[in-house]
């Protein structure tokens, strides 16, 4: 509550807005086309999994027995809570729970890093077996043409994938900082939210990762 | 709550004198300043891709080695490609006049996001910068498009350019956010959908297609550096990948990327053509849905790079038939702005000349382009000079006439002064002309089997390409003079006043050049723009306060 006296300066080039409401509105919009172009971002390398699928569809179907299906199950468990959380964290703010938001944003970084660490665990495992992207590829249990693609792709898919689990991660960590530092309340609260779009998002595409590389 | 508009009429300091030094103009989030920053960058850029077009042209006067080795010729129209697609001609209207003129057209004070307005402007120097360096001390000699298997096996070291151009386009989707964000939510009262001008409605189609083809773009360049470094086998055979999936993701970048590099043009063309013609637009939505038209089909057409590039025959028949849509759809704003000048009131000043010269050479570009998407005759004219002439047809016969229409229309209201308009006409002519001397020669090259990116050809060749030397030297002296006599009315024309050529658009209603924050007091726009039926029913000051 105690944030809701306090209007934040707003500079006169911003006055074009207005009212603090719709300005919310340009940076929501502005957030939905950037997660689109995340969307196509990633859409080239489903493509490329597509192609190379319908070439290779064999190697497709025998490579999840080289996979860690219970650590890729058990990162889809740890990302999908913690976009629950932040949406809770969302939820939180905005019924001026101020505290509950910022532990709620600390706990969901918690679960980004666990799903680095259990990522790091699966690569090394891939390392030691020699399963490594393009001209390094070297896994003699799986030495099928096309086997070399399939885990270039995975190598490229979960990297660019977790990429943006660190930035997210980074994005959360900041916002949780502000959080207690009283910077948003119930009356402003856009970039909790903005954040937690894109949380929404790296969470959506791992869906599709998962059963793409590890279930099928 | 309304902005804090209640200063009266009184004509303070311009957006020019807001604030002075360097340091202002760095660190600035005033959309006019950093369109004017643009400008400036952009016109460096097109002076060095010109540079290289001449020198190009120079080796090719004569068979055989005329100024340059082999090598040389392939960094050089590397350098010419990269240069005038990457750096100039994708940013180049939307970047410099659209950051300029959009909120004003709108009646906003700024775009929805100014400090990431300035954020894109340096993330484009930065890419410009990491690009040319890697250019030049890489000596890259891939060509613009940066084709796999070449790409990836070539000695010279192309991953500074990969990552300048992956660096290049974060800029132009951060500035495609922006500008449909801002189109969302900050036009005036008054400005309906269907009362937003032609210019804002191209920017805004051309935005969509920045934010929607770009990221595609990145994540190819980044495959092809990862190729590189990792021998990563997507696009290698020997590994089992497929090259042509490299021109498949490539061009469904860059074939849209010709519609981001065309229909900004096509905005400017809608704006000059009402203005000079004295006559409210033929048909508003015609132009409209020929735009968001052309902004979708745009996406359905790349294959048609890829005739006799190994694609199935139905899939290249399908190709062909959507790549003839976009004439259709170039066609009605043809029609379009001749109804618009038909009995109209015409004002042959600098930007209407070129004005008819876009119409002209898009024509000629458009036909042409409806030939090469022919499956049958593209196989005969593919990889030639026929290609090249066509593709120059739209982006220098197009977009560059576009460019010098919207450079001389809204001189003025950037800087509050005119150039000289007789030598303007001239030069205007002079470019026309030379662009065709060029360029015709070109496709009658191309028809007789010149290749495109050859050093060298048969003497029977010789007078063509002669031909065509001199068509570009007159180019690039027709450039020179725009350049000095634009300087020299930068410090020495006439004081224009508020709107010298009595538009009636919605950009012309506030000062030139206009103040920090765009309008006196809040813009009205009851009238939609050009409607010259009812001049100066829009305005700027509110009467009632």
Request: aromatic share 16%; proline share 6%; with cysteine.
């Amino acid at each position: 509550m105690r944030h809701e006296a306090s209007p934040r300066p707003v500079e006169p080039r911003a006055l074009h807005f207005g009212d603090e409401a719709s300005r919310q509105d340009a940076a929501h919009l502005g957030m939905w086309i950037f997660l689109a172009t995340e969307v196509l971002l990633f859409s080239v390398l489903f493509t490329a999994y597509a192609l190379y699928r319908l070439t290779y569809p064999g190697v497709f179907q025998q490579a999840p027995a080289h996979m860690d299906v219970f650590l890729g199950t058990l990162n889809t468990f740890v990302l999908v809570v913690s976009s629950i959380l932040v949406a809770l964290a969302v939820d939180a703010i905005r019924n001026g729970r101020d505290f509950a938001a910022a532990a709620l944003l600390a706990l969901s970084v918690l679960l980004g890093i666990a799903f680095l660490f259990i990522k790091a665990a699966e690569y090394t495992k891939h390392v030691h077996d020699g399963a490594l992207p393009g001209a390094w590829y070297a896994y003699e249990a799986f030495a099928l043409p096309g086997a070399n693609l399939y885990f270039t792709l995975y190598w490229v898919m979960t990297g660019v994938h977790a990429v943006h689990v660190l930035v997210g991660v980074g994005v959360l960590v900041t916002l949780a900082l502000r959080t207690l530092a009283g910077e948003f309340g119930a009356r402003f609260h856009t970039p909790v939210e903005l954040g937690g779009m894109y949380w929404h998002l790296v969470d959506v595409v791992w869906l599709f990762l998962w059963p793409l590389l590890y279930l099928t | 709550m309304a902005p804090s508009h209640a200063e009266p009429t009184v004509a303070g300091p311009s957006y020019l004198d807001a604030e002075r030094g360097l340091w202002s103009w760095l660190t600035t989030r005033d959309h006019k300043r950093i369109g004017v920053m643009f400008l400036a960058v952009l016109l460096l850029m097109f002076l060095l891709g010109g540079i290289f077009a001449l020198a190009l042209r120079v080796e090719l006067l004569t068979p055989g080695e005329t100024v340059m080795g082999r090598l040389a010729y392939n960094r050089a129209f590397t350098v010419h490609g990269v240069v005038m697609v990457w750096l100039f001609l994708i940013p180049s209207i939307p970047t410099a006049f659209g950051n300029f003129l959009l909120p004003l057209m709108i009646g906003a004070r700024d775009v929805a996001f100014p400090r990431l307005n300035l954020a894109s402007f340096y993330l484009y120097v930065l890419g410009a910068v990491m690009t040319l360096w890697g250019v030049f001390q890489g000596g890259v000699d891939t060509g613009w498009t940066f084709y796999t298997p070449y790409s990836t096996v070539t000695g010279r070291d192309v991953m500074p350019v990969l990552l300048g151009v992956f660096v290049v386009g974060f800029s132009t989707i951060l500035t495609g956010i922006n500008f449909i964000t801002t189109v969302h939510t900050l036009r005036a009262p008054g400005v309906t959908w269907m009362k937003v001008p032609l210019f804002v409605w191209a920017i805004y189609g051309t935005s969509i297609i920045q934010v929607l083809a770009t990221p595609v773009l990145g994540m190819v360049l980044m495959l092809v550096a990862l190729e590189r470094v990792a021998g990563a086998g997507l696009f290698d055979s020997s590994r089992g990948g497929d090259p042509l999936l490299f021109q498949h993701l490539f061009w469904f970048y860059s074939h849209p990327a010709v519609y981001i590099m065309v229909l900004p043009g096509m905005g400017v063309i809608s704006e000059a053509v009402c203005a000079f013609s004295r006559k409210r637009p033929f048909s508003y939505r015609v132009i409209v849905w020929s735009t968001v038209g052309i902004s979708f089909v745009g996406f359905l057409t790349w294959g048609h790079h890829m005739f006799v590039s190994g694609q199935s025959t139905f899939g290249a028949g399908a190709f062909s038939l959507l790549s003839m849509l976009v004439a259709i759809f170039t066609a009605m704003k043809i029609f379009t702005w001749l109804g618009t000048m038909y009995r109209g009131s015409l004002w042959v000043s600098t930007p209407f000349t070129y004005v008819l010269g876009f119409i002209f050479l898009l024509f000629f570009g458009g036909m042409s382009g409806v030939a090469v998407a022919v499956t049958s005759a593209d196989l005969h004219w593919h990889d030639t000079y026929f290609v090249v002439a066509h593709f120059h047809f739209i982006m220098v016969g197009a977009s560059l006439m576009a460019f010098l229409a919207a450079l001389h229309y809204w001189f003025p209201k950037m800087c509050g002064r005119m150039y000289p308009e007789g030598m303007g006409i001239g030069t205007a002519v002079l470019i026309i002309f030379g662009f065709i001397a060029t360029f015709l020669p070109q496709f009658l090259l191309g028809n007789l089997g010149m290749p495109r990116r050859y050093a060298d050809y048969p003497e029977a060749f010789q007078p063509l390409h002669v031909a065509s030397t001199a068509g570009a030297s007159l180019l690039g002296f027709g450039f020179l003079i725009v350049a000095i006599y634009l300087g020299w009315s930068l410090r020495h024309g006439r004081a224009a006043g508020r709107n010298p050529w009595g538009s009636e658009g919605y950009e012309w209603l506030s000062d030139s050049p206009p103040p920090e924050f765009n309008f006196h007091a809040p813009p009205r726009f009851p009238r939609p723009p050009h409607d010259y039926a009812n001049p100066g029913a829009n305005t700027e000051v509110e009467h009632a306060a």
